[in-house]
């Protein structure tokens, strides 16, 4: 089978909603090819369970029918959640020992787009040499048994799941703290995490001022939630709040909000996140962080500063579990806030990561302004571009000399780094260097040459 993706990208399939790829059809289809492939895979169950849960996007609904239907025609059995963070879907596939479990989210992306995103009975992304076989299930139907009569699957619906993984992420901080007295401003984004993060925070003290609490199938992401924090950094000074907790539409990445309403890079995040586990003993001397490609130099010098390394992977949570899981890693994420804390999650968790900010402001009395103080991070700039096509850089005429030009004017102190987006039809170009000037012309130049190059 070549190893040529249709239909996967970065973050399972995503497109524009009712567009190919993310039509009801292959939704239908993309759901007798789960259940296909588990079925041949378990040893529990002679019908797979599936768990299948939701964003808020209009979308939605037709997707999680037709998918559902899909399982059902290969004599699957759906559990559908409802509206649930990814984090959440992938705890209760877990939790409910399921044979795989569906995110049905276009993550940050805007209402009218969607996707799909697959994982196996822990929780876990599947890996691309299994999407490569659920996706040539899906391209050849044919090659999928027809059921009939008993061997037909069944849904049904148990909205009150959320609350198995309500608890256990309650559960991650520590028993010695709770957020009585604290004042939060959290921004769900209009998306999945819109019921329960608020109840979370909620029931363990804090007085909550929500934003992005209304779906109504549109506005997902509008203005709101991680991608468009300022309302959020307003509403932070306004109620002089302690910090400010922004969320994207699937509530797999947070955007943290410090007392005086800035945000809070990503990058130093993880490395106060660092800081803390070592400090705690839960990591030690010569242990890994893992980040990716984009992670800023100034985060890898903080981390040797402590003792720590940083392996770095191609962009994609998926990628950082992979990779942390090889290394024993208990700690890895990006620059936009999916931030993985293993011994709890398998995959990005907004607000898990939020209440360990909160365990930070315990552990050390300080505020968020404080606290991220010391992670001093190199300047960094990151443009993007449309293009209709994504032909191999390296095959474009021109773009290595290029590449290699800019790099050297860096003379050391720099990094250039030029991919497409795994989930839109972007590329970016991300320098970063002790030298903004540099990083500022190298992006313009890098940028303007594929522009022109990429038609």
Not at 19 to 35: D, K, Q, S, Y
Not at 429 to 448: F, N, P
Request: aromatic share 6%; with cysteine; net charge neutral.
């Amino acid at each position: 089978m070549a190893d040529i993706r249709k239909l996967f990208g970065t973050d399972g399939i995503r497109g524009k909603a009712n567009v190919h790829p993310m039509t009801g059809v292959m939704a239908f289809e993309l759901g007798r090819a789960v259940t296909d492939f588990f079925q041949k895979r378990s040893q529990r169950n002679k019908k797979p369970l599936i768990i299948v849960g939701k964003d808020t996007r209009l979308s939605c609904y037709m997707l999680e029918q037709a998918f559902s239907s899909g399982v059902c025609a290969q004599g699957g059995r759906v559990v559908l959640t409802g509206p649930l963070p990814t984090a959440g879907v992938a705890f209760v596939t877990k939790s409910m020992r399921a044979d795989a479990g569906v995110m049905i989210s276009a993550s940050h992306n805007p209402y009218y787009d969607n996707g799909i995103k697959i994982f196996d009975a822990f929780g876990y992304k599947l890996p691309d040499e299994i999407e490569l076989e659920i996706e040539h299930l899906v391209l050849n139907p044919n090659e999928m048994p027809i059921r009939t009569n008993g061997d037909l699957g069944s849904a049904k619906r148990l909205d009150e799941v959320f609350g198995r993984y309500l608890v256990h992420t309650k559960g991650a901080l520590d028993q010695d703290f709770d957020m009585e007295g604290m004042r939060i401003v959290l921004d769900c984004a209009n998306g999945a995490g819109w019921r329960v993060a608020p109840m979370m925070f909620r029931e363990l003290g804090a007085e909550v001022m929500t934003l992005g609490v209304e779906p109504n199938g549109q506005n997902i992401n509008l203005d709101c939630g991680s991608l468009h924090p300022k309302k959020a950094g307003e509403a932070v000074i306004t109620y002089r709040a302690d910090m400010g907790v922004c969320l994207d539409g699937d509530a797999d990445r947070v955007v943290i909000i410090d007392e005086k309403g800035k945000v809070v890079d990503g990058d130093q995040l993880i490395g106060l996140f660092a800081k803390l586990l070592l400090d705690r003993g839960e990591l030690k001397k010569g242990d890994t962080v893992v980040g990716t490609i984009m992670t800023n130099l100034g985060l890898e010098n903080y981390l040797t500063s402590l003792g720590l390394k940083l392996e770095r992977t191609q962009v994609g949570d998926r990628y950082i579990i992979e990779q942390m899981r090889k290394d024993g890693a208990i700690l890895g994420g990006e620059p936009s806030g999916h931030i993985i804390f293993g011994r709890y999650a398998t995959t990005g968790d907004g607000a898990l990561a939020a209440l360990k900010m909160v365990e930070c402001l315990r552990f050390y009395n300080k505020k968020v302004s404080d606290l991220t103080r010391d992670v001093s991070l190199y300047p960094q700039l990151t443009k993007n571009s449309v293009v209709a096509n994504k032909p191999p850089l390296e095959a474009i005429s021109g773009y290595n000399d290029l590449f290699e030009k800019l790099e050297k004017e860096a003379k050391g102190k720099g990094r250039l780094v030029v991919r497409y987006s795994g989930t839109e039809s972007l590329v970016r170009v991300m320098a970063e260097g002790e030298d903004a000037q540099w990083v500022k012309t190298s992006v313009d130049t890098m940028l303007s040459f594929l522009q022109k190059e990429i038609k």
